[in-house]
């Protein structure tokens, strides 16, 4: 059963814009990675993943990193509107993916810096 909500929207109108904007943002997040480490190889650091290395100084790397997680997202977000007692739980892994990304750009960060 659908809630209408202020303007016609619906809860699962609003919950699906809410996924789709945290799926955005973890995306950026991800782009932002593997741009980073395109550039940090093209500068002499060390790709450590085994998977990555063949294609970390090529732009091929952060498309192969990002590509997958828009079509997963997309996937996610679709069956969410079929299954919408989901969408708590999407919605809390998506958090935990984006802190865990920020971790990650950190980390990142401070070992190019010093």
């Known amino acids: 059963m659908r809630q209408t909500l202020l ?5 699962s109108t609003v919950t699906r814009t809410r996924l789709v904007l945290m799926f955005g943002v973890l995306v950026a997040l ?3 990675d593997g741009f980073w480490t ?3 190889t093209n500068h002499g650091y060390m790709e ?7 294609i ?3 732009w091929w790397g952060p498309v192969a990193t ?3 997680l828009v079509v997963f997202g997309v996937l996610v977000v679709w069956i969410t509107g079929w299954l919408p007692q989901t969408a ?4 809390r892994g998506l958090v935990a993916a984006c802190a865990l990304m920020v ?3 950190a980390a990142n960060l401070i070992a190019v810096v010093g």
């Open 88 to 91: 708590k739980a999407v919605s």
């Open 103 to 105: 971790v990650v750009l």
């Open 30 to 32: 991800k782009a932002i």
């Open 38 to 40: 395109l550039w940090a």
């Open 66 to 68: 990002t590509l997958p």
């Open 7 to 11: 303007s016609g929207l619906t809860r």
């Open 56 to 58: 970390a100084h090529t």
């Open 48 to 54: 450590l993943n085994p998977i990555m290395v063949p």
